[in-house]
């Protein structure tokens, strides 16, 4: 009873104590009742917990199977049941191994998953030397080959799980090996990267960079193993790949990418396997990775020629259909499609509609009469099912436009604010008339039962006459004042009455007050710097409301900080309330203590950017922040008119790191990227002078390696410094500015990675570059955004920008041989009334975005290094949210180890309570007492 206890976290038992009252059978007659006064207490008996809610010493009880004895054969892959899938629940199997006499048992888990606590009190692989003894007890994920190796002839190893959260399990195989136990050193000799979800039928990336100088002649072999669920108690991994492909490596190759395509598969995982072998060399590469399998998917775009429709109107429609390439879908015919009204009624129906390079295009003419609101267009093709709606009304073609240009700020302290009232024909002609214009405030006050909104109005009349093209309307001081006087935001409703006609167009600008006077930004600036050589280069932007760029006074402070949690944790813990003055006073020193060192300069910005550079040489270990306060100080706040001054804060988290080497993707672009040109992206390097590496990186986009590659760097005699800053100017932290000066005798230098932009990292890019320096894995990262661009370049213009009515006019359209093209004009009056079903750059771009989201969104799950080996984590994060996977020996993964390993720690530590409960008689009473305990 109650020995099932929940895993984890803290354990909370309530045990009621009840009266014992005279609780009778019913059916007893009243005068056998006694009063409650009478009620005899003869005994009260004390019961403890141990004795009605015994606590069984030892783990939590499960149902176990009886147990099972396995023999793998040497050189064969075996596996824990059901795997790739989920082990089965109350596992218990030991696997027994056997080398020939004189000879060791080498055995190695290639994947293992099972779940993890510190002590591996619950699914665990323990495993047995030749003597009997345990020589490791695991549990946990593993991220790189697990290897033992026996001290004989025997090894075997007990996997034993429990009831409840299963996991993949393992994959192992072993192998005859010598006496010598020596292991040849093969740290950093390779990377493997590879996408972590593959599109069947569709070719995928994978690249290999070989660090080794002296290696021959190999290979690569590549396949890939689905779990077909059909044998979930087979435990020899019997697979066969459902792909494979082998790769000539040449010696002189350093960097080798190569195409892989799965098939078609009902499974939505596999396992990759990557073999590596050279001729003549002493190290290989075998290794498992699970990947994500993705259907090929089809994305539908319909398009309407307009977005609203009148009675006796022509809809005329298109369907496209696209793969993840943006090329015509395989499907070849839409089964169903129709229309339906707003009541949901089918109006037009069309069956097996033919797909051309997968377009369609039909028609339909409303009645005379028609449902007038939202209708819907449907199809379905296969799996595939879409709808869009568009508008039914009794509207007519808007003659004109009309725009309203606001002020770009209104400022609270403002002595008058204008409004730019336009109205245009189709045709580009100004319109005559009047201009009724209504400011208007909503105060509603917030209450239970809240009263009637207070709403003030301001109108205005104004022209446009034959010698004006717009009409300026404008509020003073007192007006602004009288409008906002409880709100912040108003608006304005605008009636433009065409002169001789009558026609009337309404236009609408919503806006809020603005208490700044100026807008003060922070620029290109990183909020994360690794100390090691390098300056902090950052930048502040300043700019009028209209974002024309300022010259103003700014005062920028730079302040060092020493890490404030220590104080945090002490007012967390404790609390100021209960800390006698000899605390405090100490706590007060420690606060005063946090801030290292601080100093101001007044700088002016020129063309609306402030440039400088912060010296970040000779800071100590304990100083974890750069804070960077900017105040304009032309612009001090204001009580009476509600004015704030600019100020804005930039904290920067510091990184300290004792390489000899440091690198950092600098000119981190904040714009977008162009197509069809050569972006140039520059790494900094901090070093001794003439220090020669080879600079290695990856260009990424939706979940593919773009580029990679790899290049020599020689650092130079001469300090490429002023590249680094460039105009920027000197901030200091401190008044001696002890940040300058280096002792290390370092020089910044820099390389540019040039890579081509198209439209196969539009959306964004993501570069990731890295550097090995002896034993240690230097990287960087940077995402880039890029405009929005297709590998099919179309052009459409016009023969004539402007002509009358009735005059003959061409269109041209342009595009690559053999295309299909679908061409659609509509007049400028009916555009007006908008259209959402339109397909343009815009529309295609966030489709790239979609479908590069869907390899990426299912991001690697970096926590085993984050937990156990930080400084790996920190190196490995620049792959985050890439849908890049990476294999490597090199030193950054290879010296973290993330599988938990409890040979010295007990399966199991009872907490047994000692606390007593009691049922005692009362008054009806029931009372409870808490006990608790904590568990792992």
């Known amino acids: 009873m109650w020995q099932d206890l929940g895993r984890g976290g803290r354990v909370v038992f309530w045990f009621l104590l009840i009266a014992t009252t005279n609780f009778v059978n ?67 199997c030991t696997y027994k191994m056997k080398a020939a006499e004189g000879r060791r048992v080498q055995l190695t888990f290639f994947v293992f998953d099972t779940e993890s606590n510190p002590r591996c009190s619950y699914d665990l692989a323990t495993v047995f030397d030749s003597n009997g003894t345990i020589i490791h007890k695991y549990c946990g994920k593993n991220t790189k080959n697990l290897e033992v190796t026996s001290s004989a002839e025997d090894l075997s190893f007990n996997f034993k799980t429990d009831g409840v959260q299963e996991s993949l399990g393992f994959l192992a195989s072993w192998e005859e090996v010598g006496d010598s136990t020596a292991q040849t050193d093969t740290e950093g000799k390779y990377l493997i990267s590879f996408p972590r979800s593959f599109i069947e039928e569709s070719p995928e990336k994978i690249c290999i960079e070989l660090f080794d100088s002296d290696k021959s002649d190999g290979t690569i ?90 009675a006796k109107d022509d809809v005329k429609f298109r369907v496209l259909l696209v793969d993840h390439n943006l090329k015509p879908s395989e499907i ?55 709808k869009t709606t568009f508008t039914v009304s009794e509207y007519v073609l808007p003659k ?100 001789g006609t009558g026609t009337v167009e309404i236009s609408n600008w919503s806006g809020s007050l603005v208490d700044e006077a100026i807008k003060l930004d922070i620029g290109s600036s990183s909020q994360q710097f690794i100390l090691g050589g390098f300056p902090y280069v950052a930048e502040f932007s300043v700019k009028n409301h209209d974002d024309s760029p300022r010259e103003d006074d700014i005062e920028v402070c730079v302040r060092l900080f020493k890490d404030a949690n220590e104080i945090r944790n002490l007012f967390n813990r404790r609390g100021i309330w209960s800390m006698d003055e000899d605390e405090i006073a100490e706590i007060g020193k420690k606060m005063v203590d946090i801030k290292y060192s601080s100093k101001c300069h007044q700088v002016r910005s020129e063309n609306g950017k402030i440039k400088f550079y912060v010296p970040m040489n000779n800071i100590p270990k304990d100083v974890t922040k750069l804070s960077i306060k900017a105040t304009a100080i032309n612009h001090p706040a204001n009580e009476t008119t509600k004015m704030k001054q600019p100020v804005r804060k930039l904290d920067v988290s510091l990184t300290h790191t004792t390489a000899d080497l440091t690198l950092s993707v600098k000119e981190k672009q904040r714009s977008k990227i162009s197509c069809g040109e050569n972006f140039e992206a520059k790494v900094y390097f901090s070093s001794k002078p003439n220090k020669e590496f080879d600079l290695h990186y990856h260009a990424l986009s939706k979940g593919m390696i773009f580029q990679s590659g790899s290049m020599k760097v020689s650092t130079e005699q001469t300090n490429a410094l002023e590249s680094l800053v460039g105009q920027a100017k000197e901030l200091s932290a401190s008044e001696n500015n002890n940040e300058k000066d280096s002792n290390e005798g370092r ?24 550097v090995n320096d002896g034993n240690q894995t230097l990287t960087d990262s940077h995402t880039y955004d890029v405009e929005a661009c297709q590998n099919h370049k179309v052009k459409a213009e016009w023969s004539e920008e402007k002509v009358y009515p009735g005059s003959a006019v061409t269109l041209s359209v342009a595009s690559e041989p053999d295309s299909l093209c679908a061409i659609s004009a509509t007049d400028k009056s009916v555009d007006l009334l908008g259209n959402k079903n339109k397909v343009t750059s815009e529309t295609i771009g966030k489709l790239q975005a979609e479908i590069g989201d869907r390899k990426t969104s299912r991001s690697e799950n970096y926590w085993e290094y984050q937990r156990k080996c930080p400084q790996t984590y920190d190196a490995i994060k620049v792959y985050e949210s890439t849908g890049i996977q990476i294999l490597t020996d090199l030193s950054f993964i290879n010296s973290c180890e993330t599988i938990t390993d409890a040979k010295n720690e007990p399966e199991y530590e009872p907490e047994i309570m000692h606390s007593a409960v009691a049922f005692s008689a009362g008054g009806g009473q029931i009372s409870a007492v808490e006990a608790d305990y904590d568990e792992d």
């Open 221 to 310: 072999e590549t396949q890939v193993f689905i779990n077909d669920g059909e044998d979930k108690e087979s435990w020899i991994f019997g697979e066969l790949p459902v792909e494979k492909q082998t790769i000539e490596i040449k010696a002189e190759e350093k960097l080798k990418c190569f195409d892989f395509t799965l098939p078609k598969t009902k499974e939505s995982k596999g396992l990759l396997n990557i073999k590596v072998n050279f001729k003549d060399s002493t190290y290989s590469v075998n290794s498992f990775k699970e990947i994500t399998v993705l259907k090929k998917e089809n994305y539908p775009l319909i398009q309407t020629d307009k977005g609203q429709y009148k």
């Open 332 to 386: 070849k015919t839409i089964e169903e499609l129709w229309v339906e009204d707003p009541r949901n009624r089918r109006i037009v129906q069309w069956t097996n509609q033919g797909l051309e390079k997968g377009l369609m295009q039909q028609e339909f003419k409303l009645s005379e009469e028609p449902e007038l609101g939202t209708w819907t267009i449907m199809f379905k093709a296969g799996p595939l099912k879409e």
């Open 400 to 499: 004109f436009e009309v725009t309203i240009e606001p002020p770009s700020a209104v400022l609270r302290d403002a002595l008058e604010a204008e409004w730019k009232v336009c109205a245009k024909y189709t045709h580009g002609g100004s319109v005559k008339g009047k201009v009724k214009a209504n400011f208007t405030s909503t105060y509603q006050r917030r209450t239970w039962r809240p009263p009637p909104p207070i709403v003030k109005n301001i109108e205005m009349l104004k022209s446009v006459n034959a010698d004006d093209d717009c009409a300026t309307v404008m509020l003073n001081s007192e007006q602004i004042k009288e409008l906002t006087e409880k709100v912040d935001n108003f608006d304005l409703k605008i009636i433009f009455e065409e002169e």
């Open 747 to 770: 020089v910044v230098s820099n390389q540019e990675i040039i890579l081509p932009i198209d439209y196969k990292v539009s959306p964004s890019l993501k570069l990731v570059v890295f």
């Open 26 to 92: 019913c059916q007893t007659d009243t005068e056998d009742i006694q009063p409650l006064d009478e009620v005899q207490i003869d005994e009260v008996e004390e019961l403890s917990i141990a004795a009605e809610f015994p606590i069984t010493e030892g783990p939590p009880q499960t149902t176990v199977r009886p147990e099972c004895v396995r023999v793998p054969e040497a050189g064969v892959l075996f596996t824990s049941d059901n795997f790739p899938g989920k082990y089965l629940k109350d596992t218990n």
